[in-house]
């Protein structure tokens, strides 16, 4: 009997490179939380477009490939979480993808209506950001992962496009 090796896509391919965990580890999660705590924070005292620039491009490079077009997702996954006495549980991917996608539509907005002199739109936008970002640093709470699953209770979300919400232990990645 001959076994086959499922072929695995290069670093190269996009196959490889776009795509969100199926998993995300919590601690990571909320350190890249703290980061866009502080680049909103920035922004909100400075009013620079700037800070917005690098804001949206990292809440879209996360929907995209999770941290892996992301500078921020980077830091957060392999520089500081692993020097953290804490390891982290591991919690479903696609309400934290559907969390980061929230902070790219606001962050969008925000820098649309900052660029089109709309500046109270813009603070609104991104104090909103902010503070679901603060919820999630500070106490773990997702406010995106919250809407994701009345969503998914509402039958907007189908059952089955985050089983692992229903059940982690089924994952075979899954780390107790």
Partial sequence: ??????????????????GFPALVNEVAARVVASGVVLM???????????????????FLARVAAGPKLSPLGR???????????????????????????????????????????????AFALIAMITGAALLEAAAGFCLGCTIFGWLMRAGVIPQDTCEACNDLSKHPAFVD
Avoid: N, W
Wanted: charge should be positive; charged fraction near 10%.
């Fill in 75 to 121: 830091l957060a996954v392999e520089v500081i979480v692993p020097r953290l006495p804490v390891r982290g549980r591991l919690v479903p991917g696609p309400p934290k993808r559907f969390a980061q996608s929230i902070g790219a539509t606001l962050s969008s907005g925000a820098l649309i209506a900052q660029l089109t002199g709309h500046t109270d739109a």
């Fill in 40 to 58: 909103t924070a920035l922004y909100l005292a400075t009013g620079s477009p700037l800070v917005l620039v690098p804001l949206v491009y990292g």
């Fill in 1 to 18: 009997m001959t076994t086959t090796t499922p072929s695995l896509p290069t670093a190269a391919s996009p196959r490889s490179l776009f």
